[in-house]
């Protein structure tokens, strides 16, 4: 991790003077280093939602949110869901470079051999109403993991470490279709070391063990690039709570869950549900100007879901490569006229002509054809969520161990500006 200290920067309060090293990255806005403000002065800095922010550095992602620009390790997100393959940008992420074949071969074979998950986990399963979010089980299951893999809890081990990176990797798509197996009351179908991570996953949720078909490839590969346009999106809020969770020492399996225990938020994962729910909603092109006159309103909580990001200031780059997705998919599958595909395609021309999200620059970002495409695949709305944490694992596990790895990090914590009460004293309740 280099950067160069490249001026200093002033800051003068109540007449005295603080230095603070402005640092530069490779690429990206300069950052002032202000970890010394509150020895030196006594302030603190205020900066809720961590819009002006950094917590780290890091190698892996990067976003150019004016120019609509997503790296991963510094290859485009469109050259990498066009030309690459899913596993490939997971060991990409993981290990900082694309691999060879024979790395290739070696990744695919070690992530097969940890796709199964322990029997005794499918106990938990029924545990679970069958109606419970998918979510909801998640959260549950994954954390549970640190329950049976012990050989690989010591993070201060760096191949414990990777063990239970690559275990997660190769256990989310096997737990999350167990999740919609146990919704529809069907029996769990083992992973196949034959298939490809992305088929072998569309198999496990939708084959019977009765049948023997064969997955769809267009299909397959559409899974496969949805999986890449999720895989990482630098310090988002699932991401940023799983290195907060990592800080304090905790197992990578219970960082992973609190990881998507904040991603199930409509606010951020949780958007790709809520846009279809919304387009359903709509139901009608006729019904669009109505909905656009409500997200515009101030006293109106409702939101144009699947428009707007922290970051981009821009077309998400990953919302026009799940618009040719979700074009190609439908293609494949003979769909002609999807209600909501035209909703969305009316939708999304009148937002991006109205002033409104024309000044505040809200663009549509991945979510908003995301769900379509889920559908399309035969996917329920509450797994939508689900299938983005399975991408976003890869994410999560490698930010969390370049965590782990920087020296110079330390337990998160951060401080607040305190407006309650002043000290006062306990009255008895008689007295009150
Ligand atoms: N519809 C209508 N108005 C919006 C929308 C929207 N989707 N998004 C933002 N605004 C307005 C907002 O009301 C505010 O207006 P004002 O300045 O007058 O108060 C302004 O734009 C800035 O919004 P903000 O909430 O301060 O921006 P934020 O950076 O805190 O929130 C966001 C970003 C993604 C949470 C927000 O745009 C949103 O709620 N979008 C809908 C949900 C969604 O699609 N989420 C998926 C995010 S992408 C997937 C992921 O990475 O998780």
Redesign the pocket.
Known sequence: MTDKIKEKANLKLNGDLYDFDVHEGTIGPDVLDISKLYAQSGKFTYDP?FTSTANCKSTITYIDGEEGTLLYRGYPIDQLAEQGNYLETCYLLLNGELPNQDEYTKFEETINEYALVNEQLNRFFTGFRPDAHPMAIMCGVVGALSAFYHDSLDINDPEQRRIACHRLIAKMPTLAAMAYKHSLGQPFMYPKNDLDYAANFLNMCFGLPTEDKNVDTTLAKAMDKILILHAD?EQ?ASTSTVRLAGSSGANPFACIASGIACLWG????G?NEA?IRMLEEINSVDNIPEYVKK?KDKNDPF????????VYKNFDPRAKVMQKICHEVLDHLGIKDDPLLAIAVELEKIALEDDYFVE?K?YP???FYSGIVMKSLGFPMDMFTVLFAVGRTVGWVSQWNEMIEDTSQRIGRPRQLYVGSEHRQYIGMHKR
């Open positions: 939602g999106h988002n409509p606010a951020h994962g958007a846009c997200a939101r144009l879901m699947g428009f707007g990001h922290r505040k809200l970002n991945i979510d």
